[in-house]
């Protein structure tokens, strides 16, 4: 067969790279950065490569499967969705509505079928109690978007390719490659920001690969972020250095947000946060002196006790220097297909909330750190079934041990994954669907979260395998199982646009968006048809002001003071009491942070060799000083033990990390029994979320605090003997005393 040239995007991580990949028939000669792209030029990191790995692995599943006990059998499509609608109908109807929980993880939002056809099957379902990865994420970001625009969608992106002076904290982009900032080559734009003369300064409690390359970097205690941004907004305040330029006259609530701040001048917090009065001082008039500047705040200031108040603070901090929605500051994307126009889902908060520990839900979704008690706590609600879907959250949530224990106890379990991992495991039920390169792909989200308007289409590179189905396929067929009555109405919806599958309701949405022709047979602008010609993708250039008209508060204004914020102060000021009294003390607790390397994707790409080799990666950076007074040496073990338990993991004395700190990467942990797989499960490592503790939430939102963990760390015996590390059961029993099972 002619060897072919197919231009796609990379879907694995945010970056969404264009990729050119050579094949000849079913197999994939090269793939390559796509230097035409307008977006990632040509850049690419080593996971796109993996796309053929997923491709190709053998443990990557095919048909869908029942468990018998410990055995798994393949069965047919039809036999499959019969019995998840019988399994999940049965417990409906025995528990009631909510008794069957839904997770939807990461890669959910990678794949457009999913993100156009899970909604609806969810919505069949009648379930509130929805949980996602999104409350282990960025959750505070849609928050606090939600209440200061009115839309959890609304949400600032840092305009790199503009800014002179950009301020980051909590977010490692070299290793990362950017989240809530699509920025393929983020490396490049960096250095270009310094080349011009512009200034970077990141805010982080290790001296990370993007910290090395800043001008400046500050060490900041975990935890301690939303006192340091308060000190620089109360120091622009009392220097007089505020401005709001254009959005002067459409904010409302600077008075009270200046009021706010008052309590946290540089000198108060400087202890807390390990940073100095006059460092905060300074770093305040540096950013407001310059010609535009962007403060950007991601994971470690999300997965936060104070995560809310550090993204309003941060939106802050750019509107009141005259940042936001300005030119080189924070600005908002204009994509293809709008997430913010008309129709969709403005987000809605505290309309319920959690039965056991009165969490509140947002836009629909109860947190995630909830989700094992209310399997566990018996009565009335409690969820009896679960689908996941694109999610790990066995590895990914807060105290995954007590979680597996949980899903031991459902009645039902269903799982749509690519993989028997440490999660789908405990499933009753697994139905794969097609992996990346066997589908069609258009991305929703990344292109609403970009540093540059663009839009791409990529066909399938392959054929479906015979008799697979697509993500949107599973979702629709489990959907009209589900059903009562169907309406007359959804009936002719279904039959134009539904059954055809994403890529007419792309055309529709495409047609319907900001730059789309409508459905006029001449009209200009963008139709899916015209966007397939275009194989790098379309560019629509940098990002332009458009407030106040996008503005979704009922005042039309921005909200700079929303009162659930303001009344969050007391908590902080007692966090500031609790660091200012209680200075670190050598042997800890140490606080235990994240963190990303670039060869992992969260929990599920360790199955591939080229990705796995080298040194082994699940380490524990410790400060010399601390490995010092342990009397810890590089390469030896270490015990790190939390309320909710203990792993062991092999240490990297590393001053990287600041003093009583301490740094272990998310998403290992593939010891785990009856999983299949192979190269993982030879080097396992240890998981990090068998030790973070879902009682730690950001209250406001929920969203689980999966940084700063209090931990203690005890030297491990060297007999050589630990070389995998190891979990243990909790010291305790986790959660409060309703817990059974
Ligand atoms: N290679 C790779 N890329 C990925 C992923 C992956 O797993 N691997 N995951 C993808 C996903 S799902 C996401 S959401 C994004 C996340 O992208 P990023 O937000 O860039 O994530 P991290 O690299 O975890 O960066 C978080 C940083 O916060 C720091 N930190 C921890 N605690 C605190 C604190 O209290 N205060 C401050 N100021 N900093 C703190 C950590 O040291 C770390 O450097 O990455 C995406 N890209
Ligand atoms: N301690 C700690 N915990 C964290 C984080 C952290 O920084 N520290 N990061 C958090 C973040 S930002 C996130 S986003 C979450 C991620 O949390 P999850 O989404 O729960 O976990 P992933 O590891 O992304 O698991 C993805 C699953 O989707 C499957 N999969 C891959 N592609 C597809 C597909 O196309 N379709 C289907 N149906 N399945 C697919 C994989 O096999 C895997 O089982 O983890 C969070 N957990
Ligand atoms: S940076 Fe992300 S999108 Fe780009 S190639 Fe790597 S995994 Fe794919
Ligand atoms: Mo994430």
Same mark, same amino acid.
């Given at each position: 067969?002619?060897?072919?040239?197919?231009y796609?995007?990379?879907?694995?991580?945010?970056?969404?790279?264009?990729?050119?990949?050579?094949?000849?028939?079913?197999r994939i000669?090269?793939?390559?950065?796509?230097r035409?792209?307008?977006l990632?030029?040509?850049?690419?990191?080593?996971?796109?490569?993996?796309l &053929?790995?997923?491709?190709n692995?053998?443990d990557?599943?095919?048909?869908?499967?029942?468990?018998?006990?410990?055995?798994?059998?393949?069965?047919? +499509?039809?036999?499959?969705?019969?019995?998840?609608?019988?399994g999940?109908?049965?417990?409906?109807?025995?528990?009631?509505r909510?008794?069957?929980?839904v997770?939807?993880?990461?890669?959910t939002?990678?794949?457009?079928?999913?993100?156009?056809?899970g909604?609806?099957?969810v919505?069949?379902?009648?379930?509130?109690?929805r949980?996602?990865?999104?409350?282990?994420?960025?959750l505070?970001?849609? !928050?606090?978007a939600?209440?200061m625009?009115?839309?959890?969608?609304?949400?600032?992106?840092?305009?790199l390719?503009?800014t002179?002076?950009?301020?980051?904290l909590?977010?490692?982009p070299?290793?990362?490659?950017?989240?809530?900032?699509t920025?393929?080559?983020?490396k490049?734009?960096?250095?270009?920001?310094?080349?011009?003369?512009g200034?970077?300064?990141?805010?982080d409690?290790?001296?990370?690969?993007t910290?090395?390359?800043?001008?400046?970097h500050?060490?900041?205690?975990?935890?301690?972020?939303?006192?340091?941004? $308060?000190?620089?907004l109360?120091?622009?305040?009392?220097?007089?250095?505020?401005? #709001?330029?254009?959005l002067?006259?459409?904010?409302?609530?600077?008075?009270?947000l200046?009021?706010?701040v008052?309590?946290?001048?540089?000198?108060?917090? $400087?202890?807390?946060?390990g940073?100095?009065?006059?460092?905060?001082?300074?770093?305040? &008039?540096?950013?407001?002196?310059?010609?535009? $500047?962007?403060?950007?705040?991601?994971?470690?200031?999300?997965v936060?006790?104070?995560?809310?108040?550090?993204?309003?603070?941060?939106?802050?901090?750019?509107?009141?220097?005259?940042?936001?929605?300005?030119?080189?500051?924070?600005?908002?994307?204009?994509?293809?297909v709008? #997430?913010v126009?008309?129709? %969709?889902?403005?987000?809605?908060?505290?309309?319920?909330?959690?039965r /056991?520990?009165?969490?509140?839900?947002?836009?629909?979704?109860?947190? /995630?750190a909830?989700?094992a008690?209310?399997m566990?706590t018996?009565?009335?609600?409690?969820?009896?079934?679960?689908?996941?879907?694109?999610?790990?959250p066995?590895?990914?949530t807060p105290?995954?041990?007590?979680?597996?224990?949980?899903?031991e106890?459902?009645?039902?379990?269903?799982?749509v994954?690519?993989?028997l991992?440490?999660?789908?495991r405990?499933?009753?039920?697994?139905?794969?669907?097609?992996?990346?390169?066997?589908?069609?792909?258009?991305?929703?989200?990344?292109?609403?979260?970009?540093?540059?308007?663009?839009?791409?289409y990529?066909?399938?590179?392959?054929?479906? $395998?015979e008799?697979?189905?697509?993500? +949107?396929?599973?979702?629709?067929?489990? @959907?009209?199982?589900?059903?009562?009555?169907v309406s007359?109405?959804?009936?002719?919806?279904?039959h134009?646009?539904?059954?055809r599958?994403?890529?007419?309701?792309?055309d529709?949405?495409?047609?319907?968006?900001?730059?789309?022709?409508? !459905?006029r047979?001449?009209?200009k602008? #963008?139709t899916?048809? %015209?966007l397939?010609e &275009?194989?790098?993708?379309?560019?629509f250039?940098?990002?332009e002001p458009?407030?106040?008209?996008?503005?979704?508060?009922?005042?039309?204004?921005?909200?700079?003071?929303?009162?659930?914020l303001?009344?969050?102060?007391?908590?902080?000021?007692?966090?500031l009491e609790a660091r200012?009294?209680?200075?670190?003390?050598?042997?800890?607790?140490?606080l235990?942070?994240?963190?990303?390397?670039?060869r992992?994707?969260n929990s599920w790409?360790?199955?591939?060799?080229?990705l796995?080799?080298?040194k082994?990666?699940?380490t524990?950076?410790?400060?010399?000083?601390?490995a010092?007074?342990?009397?810890l040496?590089?390469?030896?073990?270490?015990?790190?033990?939390?309320?909710?338990?203990?792993?062991?993991?092999?240490?990297?004395v590393?001053?990287?990390?600041?003093?009583?700190v301490v740094?272990?990467?998310?998403?290992?942990?593939h010891s785990?029994?009856?999983?299949?797989l192979?190269?993982?499960?030879?080097?396992?490592?240890?998981?990090?979320?068998?030790?973070?503790d879902?009682?730690r939430?950001?209250?406001?939102?929920?969203?689980?605090?999966?940084?700063?963990v209090?931990?203690?760390?005890? %030297?491990?015996? &060297?007999?050589?003997?630990?070389?995998?590390?190891?979990?243990?059961?909790?010291? @305790?029993? =986790?959660?409060t005393e309703?817990? =059974?099972?």
């Amino acid at each position: 067969m002619a060897t072919r040239t197919h231009y796609r995007a990379c879907n694995l991580c945010e970056a969404i790279c264009g990729l050119v990949i050579e094949a000849d028939g079913d197999r994939i000669l090269s793939i390559r950065g796509d230097r035409e792209d307008p977006l990632s030029r040509g850049h690419i990191c080593p996971k796109a490569v993996a796309l &053929q790995d997923i491709q190709n692995d053998p443990d990557r599943l095919k048909r869908p499967m029942r468990r018998q006990g410990k055995e798994w059998q393949e069965i047919s +499509w039809n036999e499959a969705f019969d019995q998840t609608a019988q399994g999940l109908k049965g417990v409906q109807e025995r528990h009631g509505r909510d008794s069957v929980a839904v997770y939807a993880g990461n890669p959910t939002v990678h794949s457009y079928g999913s993100l156009l056809y899970g909604p609806a099957f969810v919505r069949t379902l009648g379930t509130r109690s929805r949980f996602s990865a999104t409350s282990v994420d960025q959750l505070p970001h849609q !928050f606090v978007a939600h209440q200061m625009f009115g839309h959890q969608l609304l949400l600032p992106i840092p305009d790199l390719d503009r800014t002179d002076f950009l301020l980051i904290l909590g977010a490692n982009p070299l290793a990362s490659n950017g989240s809530l900032m699509t920025a393929p080559d983020v490396k490049k734009r960096l250095q270009a920001i310094r080349r011009s003369d512009g200034e970077i300064v990141v805010v982080d409690p290790r001296r990370t690969e993007t910290a090395k390359l800043a001008n400046h970097h500050f060490f900041i205690r975990p935890g301690a972020d939303a006192l340091f941004l $308060a000190a620089l907004l109360h120091t622009l305040f009392t220097e007089g250095l505020t401005d #709001l330029g254009h959005l002067e006259a459409h904010t409302a609530g600077l008075d009270s947000l200046q009021d706010w701040v008052s309590a946290f001048p540089p000198q108060r917090v $400087a202890g807390a946060t390990g940073i100095d009065a006059e460092d905060i001082r300074q770093l305040a &008039q540096r950013f407001a002196a310059a010609d535009s $500047a962007a403060c950007y705040g991601r994971l470690g200031v999300s997965v936060h006790e104070f995560g809310s108040l550090c993204q309003w603070l941060i939106t802050a901090l750019n509107l009141v220097t005259g940042n936001l929605d300005s030119r080189g500051g924070a600005m908002f994307t204009l994509p293809a297909v709008d #997430l913010v126009g008309a129709g %969709r889902s403005r987000g809605h908060y505290g309309r319920w909330s959690s039965r /056991v520990r009165d969490l509140p839900e947002f836009a629909g979704e109860l947190p /995630v750190a909830v989700l094992a008690e209310e399997m566990l706590t018996e009565g009335p609600g409690q969820i009896k079934a679960l689908v996941t879907s694109a999610g790990n959250p066995v590895l990914s949530t807060p105290n995954g041990r007590q979680l597996e224990g949980a899903l031991e106890g459902l009645e039902f379990m269903v799982s749509v994954d690519l993989y028997l991992n440490e999660t789908t495991r405990h499933a009753d039920l697994i139905l794969p669907p097609t992996p990346p390169l066997e589908r069609d792909h258009y991305d929703l989200a990344f292109h609403a979260l970009s540093i540059r308007n663009t839009a791409k289409y990529s066909p399938p590179l392959f054929e479906p $395998a015979e008799d697979a189905r697509h993500d +949107w396929q599973i979702f629709y067929a489990l @959907q009209q199982r589900l059903e009562n009555k169907v309406s007359p109405l959804t009936r002719v919806r279904r039959h134009f646009l539904e059954r055809r599958g994403p890529s007419t309701l792309l055309d529709h949405a495409l047609r319907r968006g900001p730059r789309g022709s409508g !459905f006029r047979p001449f009209g200009k602008g #963008l139709t899916l048809k %015209r966007l397939k010609e &275009q194989v790098h993708g379309v560019d629509f250039g940098f990002l332009e002001p458009c407030l106040p008209q996008r503005l979704a508060t009922k005042s039309r204004k921005i909200e700079l003071a929303p009162e659930v914020l303001l009344k969050d102060r007391d908590r902080l000021g007692d966090f500031l009491e609790a660091r200012s009294t209680s200075p670190q003390s050598e042997q800890g607790p140490f606080l235990l942070i994240g963190r990303r390397q670039v060869r992992s994707n969260n929990s599920w790409m360790h199955n591939y060799p080229r990705l796995m080799r080298g040194k082994a990666r699940c380490t524990l950076l410790i400060h010399p000083q601390d490995a010092e007074n342990l009397g810890l040496g590089g390469g030896e073990s270490a015990k790190v033990t939390s309320r909710t338990g203990s792993i062991v993991v092999p240490v990297e004395v590393s001053d990287e990390v600041m003093p009583g700190v301490v740094s272990l990467p998310h998403g290992w942990g593939h010891s785990r029994p009856e999983t299949r797989l192979q190269v993982a499960s030879k080097r396992p490592g240890a998981s990090l979320n068998d030790i973070t503790d879902e009682h730690r939430v950001d209250p406001l939102c929920g969203n689980a605090a999966l940084t700063g963990v209090p931990v203690d760390i005890e %030297r491990m015996p &060297q007999a050589g003997a630990v070389r995998t590390p190891l979990t243990e059961p909790p010291r @305790q029993q =986790s959660g409060t005393e309703t817990i =059974s099972g």
